[in-house]
């Protein structure tokens, strides 16, 4: 059934008038007699009895008038909602992040920042590691997502680094190497003890680095436990299972069982970084995507200094 016609069925019954009802439309009164009339043959039924003074509803238009009204209002409040989805302003956004990027205030303020400018739209969150959340945008069964150090680089994504901020050593607060006064501690002090790091597959960058780094200091370290997520590394730690290295924003957890120390640079070596990573689809976002990625850029814009 023509949604048009009903439309104009429903002006023709408001009005109780072809003529009037036409010139509500801003059309032509002939050209909807034969809409009516289409509707009429359409149906099989007579809807409108005529009359010197205009028509009436027949007992089949009245009940047609009902569900026509009904049929209208739904499609008028579907096609609100898709100009909203259009817009950018509601619909689903599946959202992925890492343990550690969750861990850095930036994340839980962008989410806050989409629920107070955007309550239209639904986001759907769940944990990966880097390796994880990269697959799942790839896929699409994400939108976009937050990682620290990208793990590959397929054909298709887009990785925009949005900042980032230095790595710390994480020690048992026991740990002789944990220094009284606060200073950086060398990694050629590190030569001897047991390194808890992320699995390479996971997370393979900033260990990347560290292991490199640990080679220029003169040494190779010893690995005694990869682990599939950031937090596990730490909860290792404060077990006294080993040192691990994490971004300066995961400082505070555990804080009773574990110390944060900063890592001395190594001469002609860049400093340990953490970046945050945004990742999305390369083909032009849309809808909410687009929306979230935008307000994610306008955030980190705000963040940085003038």
């Known amino acids: 059934m023509d949604l048009r016609q009903l439309r104009y069925f429903l002006a023709v019954a408001d009005t ?17 007699s034969q809409q009516i009339k289409a509707l009429e043959a359409r ?9 010197a003074k205009g028509v009436a509803l027949t007992e089949a238009g009245r009940l047609l008038r009902d569900e026509a009204q009904r049929l209208v209002a739904q499609a008028d409040t579907l096609e609100r909602r898709m100009a909203q989805v259009a817009a950018g302003r509601q619909g689903p956004l ?53 990682l620290r150090v990208p793990v590959a680089a397929p054909e298709g994504l887009v ?7 230095p790595a710390l050593l994480v ?29 390479r597959p996971g997370a393979p960058g900033l260990y990347a680095e560290l292991l490199a780094q640990c080679r ?17 590394n730490l909860n290792l730690v404060a077990a006294g299972a080993g040192i691990s290295v994490v971004p300066a924003s995961m400082r505070g957890v555990h804080a009773h069982a574990v110390a944060y120390c900063e890592i001395a640079e190594l001469p002609g070596a860049a400093p340990l970084r953490a970046p945050m990573t945004l990742v999305s689809r390369q083909a032009d976002p849309v809808g909410p995507t687009a929306t979230f990625l935008a307000l994610v850029r306008e955030v980190n814009a705000g963040l940085r200094p003038a």
């Open 16 to 32: 109780g008038h072809i003529t009037r009802a036409a010139e509500q439309l801003g059309m032509q009164q002939p050209p909807l």
């Open 159 to 165: 990785f925009e680094t949005l900042f980032d901020e």
């Open 171 to 199: 020690l048992p607060n026991d740990h002789p190497r944990v220094p009284a006064d606060g200073s950086a501690v060398p990694l050629a002090a590190l030569r001897d003890e047991g390194f808890i790091l992320v699995r």
């Open 43 to 51: 149906l099989s039924l007579t809807l409108f009895e005529r009359h």
């Open 216 to 232: 220029r200091a003169g040494f190779e370290p010893r690995v005694v436990a990869e682990v599939p997520r950031m937090l596990t």
């Open 94 to 146: 599946a959202l992925g992040f890492t343990s550690s990027a969750a861990a850095h205030a930036f994340l839980p303020r962008v989410l806050r920042e989409c629920r107070q400018q955007y309550p239209g739209i639904r986001l759907e969150l769940a944990e990966f590691n880097a390796a994880e959340l990269t697959e799942a945008v790839l896929e699409s069964r994400l939108h976009c997502g937050f």
